[in-house]
């Protein structure tokens, strides 16, 4: 029954922002890492930023690293993506995601460890 819902995807021009916002539900959020997910045509799908919903620990892959913030609204049980100086190789389809188990300090972003996923959302930078 676990349901991620993201939203605020679109289209913008090389530099430009856009925040994501994932709507969790039907799961306890506290006490799991939570993470974005990005997969563009023709590759893997990649971890992007993680975080863990009460330690607050968060962790990036180098190429979004001082550009792209995760953070967390566990009163909303919402995951947010702040991403900031949006690069053409940035455009991907955009998933949230939820570790496989809860009460784990350590989050990561290996796909294989994330259990529940949503629908994604579609960020399309221009250049």
């Known amino acids: 029954q676990a349901q991620l819902v993201e939203s605020g995807g679109g289209s913008v021009q090389a530099g430009g922002s856009l925040r994501l916002s994932c709507a969790a539900s039907?799961?306890?959020?506290?006490?799991?890492?939570m993470a974005w997910f990005r997969q563009a045509p023709g590759k893997e799908r990649e971890g992007v930023a993680s975080?863990?919903?009460?330690?607050?620990?968060?962790g990036y892959v180098d190429a979004v690293e001082g550009r792209f913030t995760i953070t967390s609204d566990n009163t909303k049980s919402t995951l947010y993506l702040q991403m900031n100086n949006l690069k053409p190789e940035d455009t991907a389809m955009y998933f949230c995601?939820?570790?496989?188990?809860?009460?784990?300090?350590?989050?990561?972003?290996?796909?294989?460890?994330?259990?529940?996923w949503g629908q994604g959302t579609q960020v399309t930078v221009s250049s």
């Open positions: 995601a939820r570790y496989s188990e809860r009460y784990l300090p350590d989050c990561g972003l290996d796909r294989g460890s994330y259990s529940t």
């Open positions: 039907r799961f306890p959020y506290s006490l799991n890492c």
């Open positions: 975080i863990h919903t009460t330690y607050g620990t968060t």
